[in-house]
């Protein structure tokens, strides 16, 4: 999570546009990958089939444009805005799962989803200013929903991939990237690269390859709580990262914002929702009991004494 923290600089550091770096990003990942899947022998027995490996596929064509609205996002908005926006990817896994496979919508989710949903008015941070004919900053925002959208989409789908080591389905994912995003690339303007092309090969290998690696190697030793709780490290990071690189900070009304998205994507992950305490059969509260009491006795209840 600390290594996502760092993408944001990597992404801008490199100058190139952002479907040049998604691009490159998946031939430096599939190079790392393939030889990592290749020296553990994960190719042998690994469990696709045809409808799993199109399932991984379909899920990669999400990935790989998620990375790309998200990079755009950064150079309309600023890496820690981005960040937390696109945070709001568990949301609209709940709301796809929903759409797509029925799945049910508990009256605590939508509390939360609500509580998700000021936060990220509060975070976007939008001015009169942001409203104008000329101003990008709206269009950056909606390019990290957009990226949160396709994050989700791919994520239900990749769910369905069971039996397959998710490092083959990574791999499947960056190789399906290259051709994907081969007519979006402007591949002459690697010429002027420079000293851009060694952050692109950090992104490939670091950022997609050893991340990569950690994180799957994690998700399988760790409970999903932990998870949860371990995954709000990113942005923080990305705030910190943006900080110290570029200066960018965000305003105190934009950090009232992000503990509520923080709030409601561990309250979604974590199946938090409020519990009220059920009163036993027969509780009579301490006042009412002293209130009886003291109260004077009728004849009736003088007649039920005696």
Same mark, same amino acid.
């Given at each position: 999570?600390?290594?996502?923290g760092t993408?944001?600089?990597?992404v801008?550091?490199?100058?190139?546009?952002?479907?040049?770096?998604?691009?490159f990003?998946?031939?430096f990942g599939?190079?790392?990958?393939?030889l990592?899947?290749?020296?553990?022998?994960?190719?042998?027995?690994?469990?696709?089939?045809?409808?799993k490996l199109?399932?991984?596929?379909l899920?990669?064509?999400?990935?790989?444009?998620n990375?790309?609205?998200?990079?755009?996002?950064?150079q309309?908005t600023s890496?820690? %805005?981005?960040t $937390?926006?696109?945070h709001?990817?568990p949301?609209f896994? #709940?709301? *796809? !799962?929903?759409? @797509?496979?029925?799945d049910?919508i508990t009256?605590?989710?939508?509390g939360?989803?609500?509580v998700?949903?000021?936060?990220?008015?509060?975070?976007?941070g939008?001015?009169?200013?942001d409203?104008r004919?000329g101003?990008t900053y709206?269009?950056?925002?909606?390019?990290a929903l957009?990226?949160a959208?396709?994050?989700g989409?791919s994520?239900?789908i990749?769910?369905? %991939?069971?039996? $397959?080591?998710?490092?083959?389905?990574?791999l499947?994912? #960056?190789? *399906? !990237?290259?051709? @994907?995003?081969?007519p979006f690339?402007?591949?002459s303007?690697?010429?002027?690269?420079?000293?851009?092309?060694?952050?692109?090969?950090g992104?490939?290998?670091?950022h997609?390859?050893?991340?990569y690696?950690?994180?799957?190697?994690?998700?399988?030793?760790?409970?999903?709580s932990?998870?949860?709780v371990l995954?709000f490290i990113?942005?923080?990071?990305?705030?910190?990262?943006?900080?110290?690189?570029?200066?960018?900070?965000i305003?105190?009304?934009q950090? *009232? !914002?992000i503990? @509520?998205?923080?709030?409601?994507?561990?309250?979604?992950n974590?199946?938090w929702?409020?519990?009220?305490?059920?009163?036993?059969a027969g509780y009579?509260p301490?006042?009412?009991k002293a209130?009886?009491?003291e109260?004077?006795?009728t004849p009736?209840?003088?007649?039920?004494?005696?």
């Amino acid at each position: 999570m600390l290594l996502s923290g760092t993408l944001g600089v990597f992404v801008v550091q490199s100058g190139a546009s952002p479907f040049n770096v998604v691009f490159f990003r998946c031939v430096f990942g599939a190079v790392f990958l393939g030889l990592y899947c290749l020296i553990r022998g994960l190719f042998k027995n690994h469990g696709f089939t045809p409808k799993k490996l199109g399932l991984a596929a379909l899920g990669g064509v999400f990935i790989v444009f998620n990375w790309a609205f998200l990079f755009e996002s950064y150079q309309a908005t600023s890496i820690s %805005v981005a960040t $937390v926006v696109y945070h709001t990817q568990p949301f609209f896994v #709940v709301l *796809l !799962g929903a759409i @797509l496979f029925r799945d049910k919508i508990t009256a605590h989710k939508a509390g939360w989803l609500a509580v998700a949903f000021i936060g990220l008015i509060l975070v976007a941070g939008v001015s009169s200013s942001d409203l104008r004919g000329g101003s990008t900053y709206m269009i950056g925002l909606g390019y990290a929903l957009l990226a949160a959208l396709f994050y989700g989409l791919s994520t239900v789908i990749t769910k369905r %991939v069971t039996g $397959v080591k998710p490092h083959l389905i990574a791999l499947v994912q #960056v190789v *399906l !990237g290259i051709p @994907l995003l081969l007519p979006f690339a402007t591949l002459s303007e690697s010429a002027h690269f420079g000293s851009g092309w060694a952050w692109l090969v950090g992104l490939g290998l670091i950022h997609t390859g050893v991340m990569y690696v950690l994180m799957y190697s994690a998700y399988q030793k760790l409970p999903t709580s932990k998870i949860a709780v371990l995954a709000f490290i990113y942005p923080a990071a990305a705030m910190v990262a943006d900080w110290a690189v570029y200066g960018h900070h965000i305003s105190w009304i934009q950090a *009232l !914002g992000i503990p @509520l998205i923080v709030g409601a994507s561990l309250g979604i992950n974590l199946g938090w929702h409020p519990r009220l305490r059920r009163t036993p059969a027969g509780y009579e509260p301490a006042a009412a009991k002293a209130l009886r009491a003291e109260a004077p006795s009728t004849p009736a209840a003088k007649r039920t004494n005696g």
